[in-house]
């Protein structure tokens, strides 16, 4: 089994900058996409980014230019760098991997999310 744990969150004033990341432990299995998501109080929870194993992006429009999704395949390690950080970013994120068995068969596993909270 899967386990992915959450880091980084926290308390910052607009404009400041946090670094979220995501680890993945286990056996037997691969990552092909990661990806965090957030999700604020009485919201639907929304896609903020992802990142393939290649490294291809993907990225909300609302965070373009603000966040950068990286991540560490030798770690099985997904980062979320967050700059000019708004309220309007406040929820808490979630991490997100397609994960893959040895065997073959993939599933989707969460983190248990990580509190960030912005303010003016």
């Known amino acids: 089994q899967v386990q992915l744990v959450e880091s980084g969150g926290g308390l910052v004033q607009a404009g400041g900058s946090l670094r979220l990341s995501c680890a993945a432990t286990?056996?037997?299995?691969?990552?092909?996409?990661m990806g965090w998501y957030r999700q604020a109080p009485g919201q639907q929870r929304e896609l903020v980014a992802t990142i393939t194993s290649s490294g291809s992006t993907n990225y909300a429009d609302s965070v373009k230019g603000r966040f950068t999704i990286s991540r560490d395949n030798a770690k099985n390690t997904v980062y979320l760098q967050m700059n000019s950080l708004k309220p309007e970013d406040t929820a808490v994120y979630y991490c997100n991997a397609a994960i893959r068995r040895s065997w073959g068969s993939s599933y989707s596993s969460w983190g248990q999310g990580t509190q960030v909270t912005v303010s003016s």
């Open positions: 286990g056996s037997a299995f691969s990552i092909n996409v």
